[in-house]
C-alpha cells in the first residue's frame, strides 16, 4: 500500500515536472537566424542588438517572474504585456525597444521551427 502511494506520488511529480517543463521558456542567446526574423520586421536589426535584448529578459524580466512560453502568445498580447512590464521593470525606451525585438523575433523564429519539426 505504501509503496504504491509513493508511486503516484512520484508520477504526479513526473507530470508535474514535464508540464512545468513545457509552459516554461528557455531562452538562448541571438543566433543569426533569430537576427534575420528580426531583420524582416526592423532592418537595422543585428547580432548586437538582439545581445541586448537578451540580456535585459534574462536580467531583468525572468529575474521577478522566471521565464515564460511567448510562443502560447499573440504578438498583441505580448506588445501589452511588455507595455505594462517596461514601466514595472523601470526600463527606458531603448531597453523596451531591444527586449520587445528579441522577444518578437525569438517567438517567429520558435514557431517557424516548430511548424518544421512537424513536416
Request: proline share 2%; charged share 25%.
Given at each position: 500500500?505504501?509503496?504504491?502511494?509513493?508511486?503516484?506520488?512520484?508520477?504526479?511529480i513526473a507530470t508535474s515536472?514535464?508540464?512545468?517543463?513545457?509552459?516554461t521558456f528557455k531562452v538562448a542567446t541571438p543566433t543569426n537566424e533569430e537576427v534575420s526574423v528580426a531583420q524582416k520586421h526592423w532592418p537595422d536589426a543585428n547580432i548586437q542588438s538582439m545581445n541586448a535584448g537578451y540580456t535585459i529578459l534574462t536580467t531583468k524580466c525572468e529575474k521577478c517572474h522566471g521565464?515564460?512560453?511567448?510562443?502560447?502568445?499573440?504578438?498583441?498580447d505580448l506588445k501589452k504585456v511588455l507595455d505594462k512590464?517596461?514601466?514595472k521593470a523601470?526600463?527606458?525606451?531603448?531597453?523596451?525597444?531591444?527586449v520587445t525585438r528579441y522577444i518578437l523575433a525569438e517567438r517567429e523564429y520558435r514557431i517557424a521551427q516548430k511548424a518544421a519539426n512537424k513536416k
Open positions: 500500500m505504501i509503496i504504491r502511494k509513493i508511486g503516484y506520488m512520484l508520477a504526479a515536472a514535464t508540464f512545468y517543463q513545457c509552459s521565464p515564460k512560453n511567448i510562443t502560447k502568445f499573440s504578438e498583441n512590464m517596461a514601466v523601470k526600463l527606458s525606451d531603448q531597453e523596451k525597444e531591444s
